[in-house]
């Protein structure tokens, strides 16, 4: 119990009084409470209760209160049944209860919007400010993507009121700084709960609030929950927190441009400063980010396309500096015809207008991906001769040029690998500049790769498509070479940023980033195993793909969904191993023969599918193909030659899946059994 003088108001909603000895408190002048009456607890005369327990007055009005109130926040809660919490130590929790009921809106009476498990609410509420603070720092610089906080707006939230709102948020952070922790040495995180607690915790609460006048802290915890349940292999679950988090967020926006008063419900009443609404756009886009995000890889339809974002006029987003500081004035609305592009009249973007940069390049990733799950050459038409990559107009050229338009618009100190990630990251932006160059450098690995054989001969050097449907007219001379340079460097340029990264110890751990290291993978064991395909250019594919199969064994640490792209790429290393030692055999296989691999390749969103990945590889293996004797002693001693040193990468993915397949439900520590290549450093841990 506590001894300290506290009014009635905060002592029902059980949190801390804070007042300077005489009313009225902080909370109850701020809120309009005109009886705050400061008194010390007195203890409660309990009686007999019907179930044989003993409860006072309040706690029987309070519960036939909760017991008759709508159950609105059942929607949200049958998008996730959240684990029961495990008590935390008597240290953590000095006053444990079983559980507490609070009101979103702070005002004694109103119906709770949300059950919160006492232990973790009063554990939130405990934190040291250095340990909230230490965690803040971790998550601002490891999600780019989720550059929502408001630093000290958010502390100033935490440090006198904590409010509801304010806790959910910060449980939201907590879940994925937990994940993120699993790679750093951080004696301070000793006293954190576990991140299931944390998300279970903020989902809990966000269930309650999604019915309530909207609030921006509602749509950042959102968000951050979509990225965890993204990176948890949640997928529908990441889709639907994202969608409300984009309604709640354009209820917002819609009563500030409203001429007129809509609704009651969602009137805006958290003020109209510069601050208030920067922190608001900077929330809008990054719900344009998450929903391209969500939606890479899917034939679910965007939310918010870039269209609809010029069309509402939403502000464009401030840079680092004037975010992190009051501006003095309100962010500027953008036209019709401007989108938050690189490349303007006041010159190229440099790190401080980081997110900017990030909010044009996932429009063209979208743009990329929609294109390549569209069928991409495939679809109707594409393989036309004015629709082919390299006759401009084309959808292909399209998607290239404003890439290249988008990486010509930004410093040239933000380019890798002219400029080392140790430098930004002396800087404090080394997460920041590792994302834009692998936002750059995996559209174009996305772009290329569409139009390269997916299994072609071991003697086949750069070339078009092989299956059908083919292209219809004649490349340039020099373009597939052209092409191959730009592919396989991609590829070689992702694995090594993000090792350099790894050693500066920056570690970027987001579920896009793991992304862009499997497609890496993939490409740098494809040209491992073809290396004529880049004319030889490759010496050192085995070595990046090593680098990459070393950032997913230290990813899926963070992230389960690392264990769907390590048996993918398990299976892809299965086929080249195949093809390349038995030609023979796999000639006149195409694409059309290992259709659902070649879809696994491309997914943003893995869904594991090892089955059918065995299927089609068993089915090419028994599928008889009559050769002759020179043929086979041809292409017996030409696979000889190599397999020493591919023994090596098939003992390493053959452990990986294997230790995978054994704990791909936990997120636990792995063995410390991991092999090197005998050509590589070792990493750093």
């Not at 296989?589 to 969103?605: M, N």
Request: proline share 8%.
């Amino acid at each position: 119990m506590r001894s300290s003088l506290s009014c009635d108001a905060c002592r029902r909603s059980k949190i801390k009084c804070v007042n300077s000895g005489s009313p009225p408190c902080q909370r109850c002048e701020k809120s309009g409470i005109a009886d705050c009456a400061l008194s010390r607890p007195r203890p409660l005369a309990s009686r007999p209760a019907s179930n044989g327990g003993s409860i006072d007055g309040r706690s029987r009005k309070r519960s036939s209160s909760a017991a008759a109130s709508p159950r609105k926040n059942d929607v949200l809660r049958q998008l996730d049944s959240p684990p029961v919490p495990r008590s935390v130590s008597a240290a953590a929790t000095p006053r444990p209860a079983p559980v507490c009921k609070e009101s979103v809106a702070d005002v004694p009476g109103e119906t709770p919007p949300f059950v919160a498990p006492m232990d973790i609410d009063a554990h939130l509420v405990g934190l040291p400010e250095g340990v909230v603070l230490k965690a803040l720092n971790v998550f601002i610089n490891s999600y780019p993507e989720l550059a929502v906080l408001h630093l000290p707006t958010l502390v100033q939230d935490l440090r006198t009121t904590r409010s509801f709102e304010g806790r959910a948020l910060l449980g939201a952070v907590l879940a994925v700084t937990k994940a993120q922790l699993a790679v750093l040495s951080a004696s301070w995180a000793g006293t954190l709960l576990s991140r299931e607690e944390y998300a279970g915790y903020a989902k809990n609460a966000l269930a309650g609030f999604i019915f309530q006048p909207p609030k921006v802290q509602v749509v950042q915890a959102l968000l951050i929950i979509t990225l965890h349940e993204w990176g948890s292999r949640d997928f529908h679950k990441a889709w639907m927190y994202c969608g409300i988090a984009i309604r709640i967020m354009q209820a917002i926006h819609s009563s500030r441009v409203a001429p007129h008063r809509l609704d009651s419900a969602t009137a805006n009443h958290d003020g109209n400063d510069a601050v208030t609404l920067a922190i608001e756009t900077r929330a809008y886009w990054s719900c344009f980010i998450m929903d391209c995000m969500v939606n890479s890889g899917t034939y679910n339809p965007p939310m918010l396309p870039m269209s609809e974002m010029q069309k509402l006029k939403v502000a464009r987003p401030l840079g680092v500096v004037d975010f992190a500081f009051p501006p003095e004035n309100v962010p500027p609305f953008i036209s019709a015809d401007q989108c938050p592009l690189a490349g303007e009249a006041n010159g190229p973007l440099d790190f401080t207008r980081s997110f900017e940069i990030l909010v044009g390049g996932f429009d063209i990733w979208t743009q990329v991906m929609t294109f390549i799950f569209n069928d991409g050459r495939r679809a109707p038409g594409m393989c036309a001769p004015p629709n082919c990559p390299w006759v401009a107009g084309s959808p292909w050229s399209e998607s290239r040029n404003r890439l290249e338009m988008w990486r010509i618009g930004q410093h040239r100190k933000l380019h890798y690998p002219s400029n080392s990630v140790a430098i930004h990251m002396t800087l404090g932006f080394g997460e920041t500049f590792v994302y834009l160059n692998l936002l750059y450098y995996t559209s174009t690995l996305m772009l290329h790769r569409e139009y390269f054989p997916f299994l072609p001969t071991p003697d086949a050097g750069p070339c078009g498509p092989t299956d059908h449907p083919p292209l219809e007219a004649p490349a340039p001379p020099g373009w597939w070479e052209e092409s191959a340079r730009l592919l396989f460097s991609a590829a070689e340029q992702i694995a090594r940023i993000l090792h350099d990264a790894s050693e500066c110890g920056v570690h970027l751990m987001t579920p896009f980033a793991g992304f862009c290291a499997f497609s890496a993978a993939y490409v740098n064991l494809y040209v491992f195993r073809y290396p004529l395909m880049n004319l030889g250019r490759s010496p050192g594919a085995e070595h990046c793909l090593q680098l990459c199969l070393d950032y997913l064994h230290q990813f899926r640490h963070v992230w389960s969904i690392a264990d769907g792209w390590i048996k993918t790429i398990h299976q892809a290393s299965l086929l080249y191993e195949r093809a390349t030692k038995d030609a023979a055999r796999y000639r006149g296989r195409s694409r059309r023969d290992f259709d659902t691999l070649h879809q696994s390749v491309h997914e943003f969103r893995v869904v594991d599918r090892s089955d059918d990945h065995t299927r089609e590889l068993d089915g090419a293996e028994h599928a008889l193909v009559p050769c002759s004797l020179e043929t086979v002693q041809e292409v017996s001693e030409n696979a000889h030659e190599m397999d020493s040193s591919r023994d090596d990468t098939n003992s390493l993915l053959n452990q990986l899946l294997t230790e995978v397949s054994n704990n791909v439900d936990e997120q636990g520590v792995w063995s410390q059994w991991w092999p090197q290549f005998p050509m590589a450093p070792p990493s750093a841990p």
